[in-house]
Structures are given as structure tokens and as C-alpha cells.
């Protein structure tokens, strides 16, 4: 899990084009808590309960990225995708 997660998947306009995770073929999964800098410790349990009632529907976080994202004051956006997207993608 991080706040971090331009450094673990890379821009989120390309995910898995850099970061920690472009390379990895197999990887537990990751979760990303997306919320403004100085974000308070509220909001990142906001987002973690979030991220936590996506994992109790599916668990299985193998290859994937579990994205929570506070789009405005009062939208969380979450998605899941795979990561890497394809092995031919990275160099």
C-alpha cells in the first residue's frame, strides 16, 4: 500500500511504463490511496476503508493495481487493473 504511487506504477497516464513495479512480472498487488498533498490522517483511513471493501469483494490483488482516488471533496474514484498490462510492453 502507498500514497506513493507514481514511484511504484509510474504516471497514471502509463502505468507500468516506469516505477518500481515495471519490471516485475509477478507481484502481491497494489493498493494506491490517491488524495491531495498534506493529506490528513482522516482521509487516508477514508481511503483505506474504501480500499478494504474492494479487497473483501474480490481479494485476489495478484498482477493488479487497486487504485482509490478523492477526485473532488466528495468522489472517491477506485478502479483495478492490471499490472503489468502486457509482458510485451516493457523494455
Given at each position: ?16 511504463e ?65 499490472l ?8
Amino acid at each position: 500500500m502507498t500514497r506513493n504511487s507514481v514511484d511504484f506504477r509510474g504516471a497514471a497516464s502509463r502505468p507500468g511504463e516506469k516505477g518500481q513495479y515495471a519490471r516485475v512480472d509477478l507481484h502481491a498487488g497494489l493498493v494506491c490511496l490517491n488524495g491531495p498533498e498534506g493529506m490528513t490522517r482522516a482521509l487516508q483511513l477514508e481511503l483505506f476503508e474504501q480500499a478494504l471493501l474492494e479487497l473483501d469483494a474480490d481479494p485476489d490483488l495478484v498482477n493488479q493495481v487497486l487504485e482509490v482516488t478523492l477526485e473532488d471533496d466528495d468522489h472517491l474514484r477506485v478502479i483495478r487493473y492490471a499490472l503489468p498490462s502486457e509482458p510485451d510492453q516493457r523494455t
